[in-house]
């Protein structure tokens, strides 16, 4: 309010509004411009990525005065707005969709190409934006773009990592990691050196007495480390709306370094400390569904959290209302349990800082909170050693055993005979060491927990969380399936085909509103329709077939039946699955005679995906599907019938080539594993079938599509409980297909045998807990009944766009919609312009 102009000379600046440009030509200078004075270049020197640099520049200058104007309009109208805590965000490339959402693909690709470039290989100069892991941040990403595609006042809030998830390398068919520094040039971010909060750490808890009498907590010495803030504007698509996302980077408080120490000599520690506080954001914990419980990843949550919630409050408290109304402008949800001690922190601020009762204060951030889990693996579910966070944050332990005092009280009172549950459901594990239980405190201090598939929802409530049910009653706990953003999965990552729909569909209104692809169900038996569709297929295999070659020097038939499978390696994924299906194929090819051969349908498998660096049976894994892509290769008797590709650094702007370029796509985790899975709905969207199991969203993609459209194998979540007891304590027989293809990685044919022991071994000796070979058979008939259904094109092609058809209630639009209706009780803001 200080530096607000006065009102006398404002009309100087409403004259002098910057002008978006509009046109080719409009464009074409603002590019030129940005050559030649902000990057000091000229036409003579100017390389694809100076001019990704200058495009970029033009495209942000238009995002700029939307978002602008967007912040400008939500704080005016004061609505109610949502945050959404995110310890990632795997955003992928910015300027691809920048282009897409404010409507200037046209001019940009006439301009560039007058320019003389081409758009998309301007486009690929970006470096991706690769804040995350998998899934979870990558639904963070595509929940940003619907928030902002639907108007809804929101902001996304996180760390900004001087390094995102390791780029991986395949060295003789192991994964190196290599650090992925990405901020070299990165005009999508805004340094806001003015947005400030000081974080602090470590210290005491004293007790004293204010003003009124009262003893109040106040949480003294330890240390302190600022909190930047870093903006990245969020346009949404065909809208003016354009959101925010503030990412917080760490630094040293008191300057660079502290030059009392320096000029004591003391020079090392002066520069350890500014090391110490910029470690914190330095990078992103590369493990997904595993915790760690490492000091540092602590600090990064708190960090994260006390200064998302300074910024929160501090923006409430500008509009003066009474802290009553907290909960009518303010929506906070909770991405896994990363950011549970948000609740905490609020709580300390509201009684500490702001003098509220506990009871008034504790109502307020019940109501405000939401928390989503994503998992019920239970190496995923954090826990934190009581004594770690009494040193790190003292209050903030003394303020959760109140919490847990409180909430206890609540269960014994409503369970007067139930002791155990009391020990159950406590915040506080008894164990050796002590162990705060986030989960358990998410749920607490929110007002909703949901799961993010439907199968999820029901197990969550049933297995680890039933206790809650008991206490809270089941209203507490819902389901928001997963969705994706149809703007990037399908519009940017599949142009043609996009361009295809939208001839059938009335335009590209079905990008706002999905389920208008049912429009396409009529086209899906006309010849010409199939063709045009079979053609795009075949185009965008092509285009990775030739970076196939480019990437791994492997030449693969496009014509090949291409079955993919990308995500991280996990061993509850099950890609040990798939390449064992693989070298049955093989074996099974090699076995025929040279004239039966010549009657099968030729495969491309294609892998990717990264292991956690410490997660060494994935990287067996890979070991193992680089190893048996070695022999198979090259095999003369096999040819073209089948080829196995591992795509090394599987990213977004990967994915976005691949999905478009594939037949089926596998998504085959043991059932009950996987909380949801997206790349399911992102293949199927593309026009590939998929095979999978009965878990996640598989099963509400085959409530959708019909289950003639989806290949499901494999035991289902309700028996895999009996079969692992069955396992262990019956006799264990190994499927004897799966045998055949031990006993031939144990003969040598794929190398050293000694280096995949583990793997054999897993299923073998040590319970087979992912169920492989108790589904093992079933995979490869179901893979039968794929190649035989491939081989009817037009009855193939039928189902992919019928499917197609029928996926319009997987768009995170969707998700957004559920979640702004059922937990933040917000609403879009209506633009008026
Ligand atoms: C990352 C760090 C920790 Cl400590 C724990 C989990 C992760 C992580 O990356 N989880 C993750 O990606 N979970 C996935 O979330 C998706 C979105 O809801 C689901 O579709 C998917 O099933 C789930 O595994």
Redesign the pocket.
């Known amino acids: 309010v200080e530096a607000s102009i006065p009102e006398p000379q404002r009309e100087a600046w409403k004259r002098n509004q910057p002008e978006d440009f509009k046109d080719k030509d409009g464009f074409e200078r603002a590019v030129v411009r940005h050559v030649e004075t902000t990057l000091a270049r000229s036409m003579f020197n100017c390389d694809e990525s100076a001019a990704y640099s200058a495009t970029s520049l033009a495209i942000r200058d238009r995002l700029i005065t939307g978002w602008n104007k967007t912040q400008q309009r939500q704080t005016y109208r004061d609505a109610k707005r949502v945050y959404y805590l995110s310890?990632?965000f795997l955003m992928g490339r910015a300027l691809d969709n920048a282009i897409l959402n404010v409507g200037l693909k046209d001019v940009t690709k006439a301009g560039l190409a007058d320019l003389g470039f081409r758009m998309e290989d301007i486009i690929s100069q970006e470096h991706d934006a690769a804040l995350?892991?998998?899934?979870?941040?990558?639904?963070a990403a595509c929940f940003l773009d619907s928030l902002a595609s639907l108007n809804y006042p929101a902001w996304g809030y996180g760390l900004r990592y001087r390094y995102g998830i390791f780029k991986q390398e395949i060295i003789d068919g192991y994964q190196v990691e290599v650090p992925d520094y990405w901020l070299d040039f990165n005009p999508w971010e805004f340094p806001r050196h003015d947005v400030t909060v000081d974080i602090q750490f470590f210290g005491h808890v004293n007790k004293t007495i204010n003003d009124q009498g009262k003893t109040v907590s106040v949480w003294e010495g330890g240390e302190t480390v600022v909190a930047v803030a870093y903006d990245v504007p969020i346009p949404g698509y065909d809208t003016p709306t354009t959101n925010n996302l503030r990412l917080w980077s760490s630094k040293a408080s008191g300057g660079e370094f502290d030059f009392q120490k320096f000029n004591n000599g003391d020079y090392e520690s002066s520069v350890a400390d500014q090391q110490r506080a910029e470690t914190i954001s330095a990078v992103l914990?590369p493990?997904?569904?595993?915790?760690?419980g490492k000091e540092l990843?602590l600090k990064q949550q708190y960090f994260w959290v006390a200064a998302s919630l300074h910024d929160i409050v501090r923006r409430f408290k500008k509009s003066k209302r009474p802290w009553s109304e907290f909960t009518d402008q303010v929506a906070i949800q909770l991405n896994?349990t990363?950011p549970t001690l948000a609740i905490v922190e609020l709580q300390r601020i509201l009684i500490d800082v702001e003098g509220l009762e506990w009871d008034v204060a504790w109502d307020l951030v019940t109501n405000t909170f939401g928390y989503?889990n994503?998992?019920v693996l239970p190496e995923?579910l954090?826990k934190w050693p009581v004594g770690l966070v009494q040193h790190l944050l003292p209050r903030h332990l003394q303020i959760i055993y109140d919490i847990n005092l409180y909430f206890l009280q609540k269960v014994e009172k409503a369970f007067p005979k139930d002791r155990d549950m009391l020990r159950r459901v406590s915040i506080i594990e008894e164990s050796q060491p002590k162990m705060v239980r986030m989960a358990y405190l998410a749920i607490v201090g929110s007002h909703k927990v949901n799961g993010?598939?439907e199968l999820?929802s029901d197990l969550i409530k049933t297995t680890i969380f039933k206790d809650f049910v008991q206490i809270y009653g089941p209203d507490k706990f819902t389901n928001v399936t997963?969705g994706i953003t149809p703007r990037r999965w399908l519009h940017q990552a599949n142009p043609r085909l996009a361009e295809l729909i939208a001839s059938k569909c009335g335009g590209n209104s079905f990008l706002k509103d999905l389920t208008q692809l049912n429009r396409l169900e009529a086209h899906a038996k006309d010849p010409n329709f199939r063709r045009e569709w079979a053609e795009i297929k075949y185009a965008n295999k092509v285009r990775l077939s030739r970076y196939i070659k480019e990437a791994n020097g492997v030449t693969v038939n496009p014509a090949a039946l291409f079955d993919v499978q990308v995500k991280?390696i996990h061993e509850y994924k099950r890609q040990q699955l798939n390449i064992f299906g693989v070298i049955h194929r093989y074996l099974a090819l090699k076995a025929m005679k040279p004239e039966d051969r010549k009657k099968q349908l030729p495969r491309v498998s294609i892998f990717g995906g990264k292991a956690a660096p410490g997660y060494w049976m994935a990287k067996q894994i890979i070991h193992l599907i680089n190893a048996v892509g070695a022999v198979v290769n090259k095999d003369e008797d096999i040819g073209d019938l089948l080829k196995v590709i591992f795509l090394e650094d599987y990213n977004v702007s990967k994915a976005e080539m691949i999905c478009p370029a594939s037949d089926i796509s596998e998504h085959i985790?043991t059932a009950g594993t996987?909380?949801?899975?997206?790349s399911n709905m992102k293949f199927v969207l593309n026009g590939g079938l998929i095979i999978g199991t009965c878990d996640?969203?598989n099963i509400e993609i085959t409530r959708e599509v019909g289950e003639n459209n989806i290949f499901l194998f494999g035991n289902l979540a309700e028996d895999v409980e009996d079969l692992r007891h069955a396992h262990n304590y019956g006799s264990h027989s190994i499927d004897s297909d799966l045998d055949k293809v031990f006993g031939e990685i144990e003969k040598g044919t794929f190398g050293a045998p000694d280096d995949f022991g583990a793997l054999i071994a897993a299923v073998r000796h040590h319970g087979d807990y992912y169920l492989v070979s108790d589904d093992f058979h079933s995979y490869i008939q179901t893979h039968a009944l794929v190649d035989e259904a491939y081989r009817n094109q037009d009855e193939w092609v039928s189902k992919c766009i019928t499917a197609v058809a029928r996926m319009g209630f997987f768009t995170s639009d969707r998700c957004i919609d559920e979640y702004a209706e059922s937990i933040w009780n917000v609403e879009p803001l209506v633009v008026r312009e």
């Open positions: 310890l990632e995350g892991n998998g899934g979870l941040g990558r639904l914990y493990n997904d569904n595993l915790e760690r990843r896994d990363h989503t994503h998992t995923a954090e993010v598939a999820h997963n991280r985790s996987e909380a949801s899975g997206t996640g969203a």
